[in-house]
């Protein structure tokens, strides 16, 4: 084996390491320089397109403490998805489930780079090669059902984009047939409530939008008690789409009581953030010890336990099956599980709609004390939600 192989072998191995430890950039940073000559020639052609898909995922969606896309990124992460692509296609040996997904990322690197166009044609693509998949047997059912569902999905959000209503709700219905066929009722909802989101913004038959209210309320109804409390961003966007549709239609009354039930759970919601964010810390800084040399046997045992033992508590406040999805839980309120990329609403932008909605439905009852508390409460969101991004008092930003 020549040295450049030796080291393109060991800068992986760095990158699982630090993705096992929770430093993504690090691990960015070791996949970058595995990809570069002159060791990206010594990679073998699946190892090399697996290297650049997760490249690109952590480039597309930074975790941790840099929760931000660096200046490039997405314009980076389009190369490397479209390289990926490159290698794989011709890969008789490359799984379908590889391949799929990186029509999927590279579609959502196109979506974040605003290329409609591009978008739209290779997530058409990959249901090509979705429908040539499955009917060669080299996917099963289920796997082809939630890939229909991502590929659906994901064309729904480019056509409602593009003010395509029609388009839009169709591939929601198509995707809404596969969750059904699937027997998946996170999924269902999730269809339910984009079709109505899509009802929302075009409104042009009243009776179809009071169905697609109607159908949400029952999915979310006929759910158990512990699917209710662990899929939050579900509850959030149904509730704050029928809460759209109310105050639409003037039905105040009814709008109020949804606006309190959102408000309960944004208080709740924060609690249980803190909670979260104290045992992620915990988390990361075990981790870090864990990654020290030097440790004993019996320190290592009592680490890994406690490891365990943290890593139980996130599972159980959060729902997820994934630690990723844990440690993006500050940013993100999922809407769908895997394989659905991309697919969540923006936390603290929630919270702050809720704030705004306690004024609306507040200032006409007189309560203009805790108006004010509200509009200063989401001020401040927004205010911290901008520092984060750098966006502070004397700073000037370019728009093109």
């Not at 997760?54 to 200046?71: C, D, E, F, Q, Y």
């Not at 004390?369 to 927004?382: F, P, T």
Request: a neutral charge.
């Amino acid at each position: 084996m020549s040295i450049a192989a030796v080291s393109a072998d060991g800068l992986l191995a760095l990158a699982d390491e630090a993705e096992r430890r929770y430093d993504f950039s690090a691990a960015a940073a070791c996949l970058e320089s595995a990809l570069r000559p002159p060791y990206a020639a010594a990679l073998l052609p699946l190892t090399e397109a697996r290297a650049r898909l997760r490249l690109a995922s952590l480039l597309l969606a930074p975790r941790g403490s840099s929760r931000v896309p660096r200046a490039g990124a997405p314009a980076a992460a389009k190369t490397h998805l479209e390289r990926a692509l490159l290698i794989l296609s011709p890969l008789p040996s490359a799984p379908p489930r590889l391949k799929l997904l990186a029509h999927s990322h590279l579609a959502g690197a196109y979506a974040v780079l605003g290329a409609i166009a591009s978008q739209k044609h290779v997530l058409h693509r990959g249901l090509g090669l979705l429908d040539s998949a499955s009917a060669s047997g080299l996917l099963q059912r289920e796997p082809a059902l939630l890939w229909t569902c991502n590929f659906q999905a994901q064309l729904g959000s480019v056509f409602t984009n593009d003010g395509d209503a029609a388009s839009a709700l169709s591939a929601l219905s198509v995707g809404a047939s596969a969750a059904a066929e699937l027997g998946s009722p996170q999924l269902e909802l999730f269809f339910a409530a984009s079709e109505l989101h899509v009802h929302l913004l075009c409104w042009e038959d009243s009776a179809a939008v009071e169905n697609a209210v109607t159908r949400a309320s029952l999915l979310w109804d006929a759910l158990t008690a512990e699917q209710m409390e662990h899929w939050v961003g579900l509850f959030f966007y149904t509730q704050l789409l029928q809460t759209f549709y109310l105050l639409r239609i003037c039905d105040y009354k009814a709008a109020s009581q949804h606006v309190e039930r959102l408000d309960t759970a944004v208080k709740s919601e924060m609690q249980r953030g803190r909670q979260i964010t104290a045992l992620a810390n915990d988390l990361s800084t075990l981790e870090r010890t864990l990654g020290q040399s030097g440790l004993k046997e019996r320190e290592m045992l009592a680490l890994s336990h406690k490891q365990r033992q943290l890593k139980g508590q996130l599972r159980a406040l959060c729902g997820y099956d994934s630690l990723n999805d844990v440690l993006d839980y500050g940013d993100k309120l999922l809407l769908a599980p895997p394989l659905m990329h991309g697919e969540w609403l923006p936390r603290t932008a929630v919270f702050v709609l809720v704030d705004l909605m306690v004024v609306m439905v507040g200032r006409p009852k007189g309560i203009f004390k805790e108006c004010g508390k509200r509009i200063n409460s989401g001020l401040r969101l927004i205010h911290d939600e901008l520092v984060k991004l750098g966006i502070v008092d004397g700073v000037m930003v370019k728009i093109n």
